[in-house]
């Protein structure tokens, strides 16, 4: 079992940069892989970037603008946002996932607002 708590949500300007954090609980040695999701209203949920190992993926909506990254000690994964713009508002979400032999799971956390607007 992995319980996720997103923070780091509000209001920011265009342009500007916000810094999201994902603490981690319980089972953290199953999970596999990391990710950030996003969710506008209206819209579906969508991947914002996955890390895997040394390996991370971008959307592109997102990619050169946002980066995944990993305080293994306080097990805590960031998004960090930079040049933010109108259409990155949305609700962001932390996910993991585990998966093995003929099993897989997905945790999520409460999600958390970032709101673009001058």
């Known amino acids: 079992q992995v319980q996720l708590a997103e923070s780091g949500g509000g209001l920011v300007q265009p342009g500007g940069s916000l810094r999201l954090s994902c603490a981690a609980s319980g089972s953290i040695f199953s999970i596999n892989v990391w990710g950030w999701y996003r969710q506008a209203p209206g819209k579906q949920r969508e991947l914002v970037g996955i890390?895997?190992?040394?390996?991370?993926n971008y959307a592109d909506s997102v990619k050169g603008r946002f980066t995944i990254s990993r305080d293994n000690a306080k097990n805590t994964v960031y998004l960090q946002m930079n040049s933010l713009n109108a259409e990155d508002t949305a609700v962001y979400y932390c996910n993991a996932h585990s998966s093995g032999l003929g099993y897989a799971y997905d945790y999520w956390g409460q999600g958390t607002q970032v709101t673009v607007s001058s």
């Open positions: 890390t895997s190992g040394g390996s991370t």
